[in-house]
């Protein structure tokens, strides 16, 4: 990870620890710091394994919205700073009632060795819709993963701290599943709808393992 993406990610570990902060009041800022520090790391660990694995490097950024609508002249001479407006208004507005943990998005590039490696008969040197979409779902499969875990052992022991890890885990997830812009939902929507489906399915399936 290159220092500007170390910093851009470490921001956003703080910028979710303030806004669960804002939410759960009666919790020590250490832990949630922890929680934070733990999702964002296994999300960016499992796209970034995903990616190395079918030739491509990624970097995060903070999500930015581009365009306004589709079509031609509807992109923004700046690109507006989603990732940070918009979570901080949410909280803001809702008193922090809602928590917005659309935060960061991923851009990538090619690595030489796939323009080299054969996919079948084929050689595929630029990025598919496909490879974005496999290292957005993978990253969701990581706090899936972590979500139900946690939540196992929140029944055995540190029963409220887990269950803080679990469940926002799970809300992260369902907040970047959202198909607009550059978030990972968008990506798997647009890489396969079909895909897309199926990780919603997994969503409601974790949902209901961890909070019934």
């Known amino acids: 990870m290159e220092k500007k993406e170390g910093i851009i990610v470490l921001i956003s570990v703080v910028l979710m620890s303030l806004i669960i902060l804002l939410h759960e009041k009666s ?3 250490l832990w949630i710091f ?5 999702i964002i790391s296994v999300s960016v ?3 970034k394994l ?3 694995f079918i030739d491509i490097e990624i970097e995060h950024k903070f999500w930015q919205v581009e365009r306004i609508w589709f079509g031609k002249g509807r992109h923004l001479k700046n690109p507006f700073p989603a990732g940070v407006i918009i979570p901080a208004a949410f909280s803001l507005i809702s008193n922090s009632f809602v928590t917005c943990l659309s935060l960061i998005q991923f851009e990538s590039r090619a690595l030489p060795a796939k323009a080299v ?3 079948g008969t084929r050689r ?4 598919m819709e496909w490879d974005l979409c496999m290292i957005g779902f993978y990253g969701i499969i990581g706090l899936f993963l972590l979500s139900l875990v946690t939540r196992f052992f929140a029944s055995y022991f540190f029963e409220s701290s887990l269950m803080l890890l679990s469940k926002y885990s799970f809300y992260y997830v369902i907040w970047n599943l959202l198909p607009i ?5 968008a990506k798997i929507f647009f890489g396969s709808s079909r895909l897309y489906i199926f990780t919603l399915i997994l969503a409601l399936i974790t949902g209901l393992m961890i909070f019934i």
């Open 27 to 29: 919790l020590n800022f």
């Open 34 to 38: 922890i929680t934070s520090l733990l």
């Open 45 to 47: 660990f499992c796209k």
């Open 50 to 52: 995903t990616a190395r």
């Open 117 to 119: 490696k054969k996919y």
């Open 124 to 127: 595929f040197s630029e990025i």
């Open 181 to 185: 812009s550059s978030l990972d939902g």
